[in-house]
């Protein structure tokens, strides 16, 4: 005979499975629908990314406006360098003089022997918006401020002193040439 107690206890075991069964199926149907709501969620957003994404492209390449600098970095690339100064009519020492830089710089920037700072690549970036005129302003106004500063550290005492110097010199040599 069967014990009394073990079928008992199987019995409260089954049926005690079954009432959660009843209480956890609506749950688990519950959380199914959430995930496959989730899921299109995400389908969705990245859907609306993407077409945002284009959207910005297509209205930076019309409007001419470039993506906010804040948000990438600007690369630099060795023949951009080269066709911007062409553009621009310069030469590689004017385009030195208007980013500030050493010619010898230009040169190694342009045959990728070197790479400029990020300073330098942005005021690179800042030379493409403008135009020929421009530029040769730019280094016509750099040229001025170098006469007047020069004019500045030169005092009137010194250049006298020079011209003394240079007359003195000058007489020195007529006359080992007179005495020839």
Do not use: C
């Not at 009432?19 to 709501?37: D, G, Q, T």
């Not at 969705?44 to 001419?64: F, I, M, N, P, Q």
Request: proline share 3%.
């Amino acid at each position: 005979m069967p014990n009394i107690g073990l079928l008992l206890k199987n019995e409260i075991a089954r049926l005690s499975r079954r009432e959660i069964r009843k209480e956890v199926s609506p749950l688990r149907k519950a959380a199914a629908a959430h995930r496959r709501e989730i899921a299109a969620l995400k389908r969705a957003v990245a859907t609306l990314d993407r077409r945002a994404k284009s959207l910005a492209k297509a209205a930076s390449v019309k409007g001419g406006e470039s993506a906010p600098s804040d948000s990438r970095q600007t690369r630099f690339v060795a023949k951009g360098l080269v066709s911007l100064r062409k553009r621009l009519g310069l030469s590689a020492v004017e385009l030195a003089q208007l980013l500030g830089v050493s010619m010898q710089s230009v040169y190694n920037w342009e045959h990728k022997k070197a790479t400029p700072r990020r300073e330098q690549v942005a005021a690179i970036a800042q030379l493409r918006g403008i135009g020929k005129k421009e530029a040769h302003q730019r280094l016509e106004g750099q040229s001025a401020n170098r006469v007047s500063k020069r004019a500045q550290r030169r005092s009137p005492k010194k250049r006298a002193t020079r011209k003394r110097v240079r007359s003195a010199k000058r007489t020195d040599r007529r006359t080992r040439t007179r005495a020839k």
